[in-house]
T-cell receptor
Framework: SQQGEEDPQALSIQEGENATMNCSYKTSINNLQWYRQNSGRGLVHLILIRSNEREKHSGRLRVTLDTSKKSSSLLITASRAADTASYFCATDVNTGNQFYFGTGTSLTVIP | DVKVTQSSRYLVKRTGEKVFLECVQDMDHENMFWYRQDPGLGLRLIYFSYDVKMKEKGDIPEGYSVSREKKERFSLILESASTNQTSMYLC??????????FGPGTRLTVT
């Protein structure tokens, strides 16, 4: 399977702290995306990083990509209770337009 | 504002029934996807479509079929629902190799 794997599976932090979650994948990719899912809802796109990029920022989000290690990390700085959600990475199949999602990291931010 | 809508948020069906899940997007996207999401398994791709009347199998197509007669509409069909198809079903759309926009999901229970 092309599926990415997020690590850790669950993370609990205090409001104001930083949260880091990681994603590993198996084969070459064109890009990697991170999504957020609030409980029982659809997924919301957060950020896309292309295979020729190493780092990308969007507000309090910082994503890094290491294609040599086939891994990515998502850092959420100064976390808020509203950041409580599950976070998924998605990688595309190099030759097509399918995206493969990992099993997600469940983040709980305690007020 | 971009939008992907799904015909139902919650659905309860009996074993053996034929089930239709509909998805509509208003972004003129070429690609549309159906996933199912189960605890511990993440999102798994059932089918996707990259053009009207075109369809491709994903990782778990068994027991499902799809229909795309118009660009904006992608239907998932369970020919004879079974209890192991109880799940959250998520529809998404995207343009080529770009972020996916998800609907709110349909939680299907088969009894």
């Amino acid at each position: 399977s092309q599926q990415g794997e997020e690590d850790p599976q669950a993370l609990s932090i205090q409001e104001g702290e930083n949260a880091t979650m990681n994603c590993s994948y198996k084969t070459s990719i064109n890009n990697l995306q991170w999504y957020r899912q609030n409980s029982g809802r659809g997924l919301v796109h957060l950020i896309l990083i292309r295979s020729n990029e190493r780092e990308k920022h969007s507000g309090r989000l910082r994503v890094t990509l290491d294609t040599s290690k086939k891994s990515s990390s998502l850092l959420i700085t100064a976390s808020r209770a509203a950041d409580t959600a599950s976070y998924f990475c998605a990688t595309d199949v190099n030759t097509g337009n399918q995206f493969y999602f990992g099993t997600g990291t469940s983040l709980t931010v305690i007020p | 504002d971009v939008k992907v809508t799904q015909s139902s948020r919650y659905l309860v069906k009996r074993t053996g029934e034929k089930v239709f899940l509909e998805c509509v997007q208003d972004m003129d996207h070429e690609n549309m996807f159906w996933y199912r999401q189960d605890p511990g398994l993440g999102l798994r791709l059932i089918y996707f479509s990259y053009d009207v009347k075109m369809k491709e199998k994903g990782d778990i197509p068994e027991g499902y079929s799809v229909s795309r007669e118009k660009k904006e509409r992608f239907s998932l069909i369970l020919e004879s629902a079974s209890t192991n198809q109880t799940s959250m079903y998520l529809c998404a759309s995207s343009s080529w190799l770009n972020e996916q926009y998800f609907g709110p999901g349909t939680r299907l229970t088969v009894t």
